[in-house]
């Protein structure tokens, strides 16, 4: 088979977790990339999709910043003491760099800005550092 002749066809969407689920409702999916379990445990309980979801990847997010480290992150701790160490910075303002450094978030709804979002959550802050500053200016 080539170029999704029959049985099936496979394309690409690029969609994010609120469209997926709804493409999955609606029948124009029937397989579907989510990146939010309280979201697919909702869709499951509204019998949209099955509820013994099978998991084909999990994505890996990486953590980086500028070789001066102005956090002074240690790369052996857990994420949220490493998020916690980059909120301290930004919100003490001691950071000694040429250039000014700044957390930024594509701020789109996209599964990045997701675990973004949950991980700035996780240490009680619903801020990021770079609005934090801005609003002190």
Do not use: C
């Not at 170029?3 to 496979?10: I, L, T």
């Not at 469209?19 to 309980?45: H, M, Q």
């Amino acid at each position: 088979m080539k170029n999704g002749s029959s049985p099936f066809r496979v394309g690409w969407v690029l969609s994010d977790t609120t469209f997926t689920i709804k493409n999955l409702e609606s029948g124009d999916a029937d397989v579907g990339i989510t990146y939010s379990p309280a979201a697919e445990r909702i869709a499951a309980e509204q019998g949209i999709i099955d509820p013994e979801i099978h998991y084909l990847f999990r994505d890996h997010f990486l953590i980086t910043g500028p070789p001066e480290n102005p956090a002074n992150v240690n790369s052996s701790a857990d994420v949220l003491t490493i998020i916690s160490q980059i909120y301290q910075a930004a919100e003490k303002n001691t950071v000694n760099t040429t250039i000014p450094t700044r957390f930024l978030s594509r701020y789109d709804k996209s599964a990045t800005n997701l675990k973004e979002s949950q991980l700035w959550n996780g240490i009680g802050q619903v801020n990021f550092p770079s609005q934090l500053s801005a609003s002190k200016r």
